[in-house]
């Protein structure tokens, strides 16, 4: 079952961890994982924004046509997918810098194991009120913080020390990674693919 290890994360994070380190399942579990739970976010996206509709503060809600809810959500998606498979090549260089050897499944299986909680946000836009999406977000955020600090050391095989400095590391990346998709999204809806609002 491709999210067996779903539950255990949240759980017991540890033992999970070296439940995965010591299956190793094959690149293609871990990038099957991928592309089931960055669904999340990406129907969630088009719902929310086609059906439901986004409260910022007070005023009417803000929705957007079918047509405009759907190509952001297939932007959501590939750059989710897109961001987690660049994070694990990193993982995987960065990784020479601390005396470790990861296979590449084993960087894919820390990049996707680790951006489980921050999709699983996703689930909040039931109930899209800004102020309730970003706290869920932040809520998220931390605990694939959390994950990262304690799967490094155990998946990457290296002392909890180092492994805090690699993992340290790694968040850094990450946020580059996120800066630079931010910026392809302004570049794309300056091109004339922002999103088109209904009424």
Not at 19 to 27: G, L, V
Not at 67 to 89: D, K, R
Not at 104 to 131: D, K, N
Not at 182 to 195: E, F
Request: hydrophobic share 50%.
């Amino acid at each position: 079952m491709i999210l067996n290890h779903l539950w255990g994360l949240y759980a017991h994070p540890k033992e999970e961890w070296h439940s995965i380190d010591d299956r190793h399942e094959t690149y293609f579990y871990s990038l099957s994982h991928i592309a089931l739970i960055s669904l999340i976010p990406a129907v969630m996206t088009y719902y929310s924004t086609a059906y439901l509709g986004w409260s910022i503060g007070v005023g009417d809600t803000i929705k957007l046509t079918k047509e405009s809810a759907g190509i952001m959500s297939v932007g959501t998606y590939l750059g989710l997918v897109i961001g987690v498979l660049a994070l694990s090549v990193l993982i995987h260089e960065l990784a020479k810098a601390f005396d470790s050897t990861p296979t590449y499944t084993q960087s894919l299986e820390l990049a996707a194991y680790t951006a489980t909680p921050l999709f699983m946000v996703g689930f909040a836009a039931f109930y899209p009120v800004l102020w309730f999406v970003m706290l869920i977000g932040l809520v998220g955020l931390t605990y694939s913080v959390y994950l990262l600090y304690t799967g490094t050391p155990i998946l990457m095989h290296i002392p909890e020390e180092k492994g805090f400095i690699y993992a340290s590391s790694v968040v850094t990346c990450g946020l580059v990674l996120l800066t630079i998709l931010m910026a392809a999204s302004v570049i794309l809806w300056s091109m004339g693919m922002g999103p088109v609002f209904t009424g």
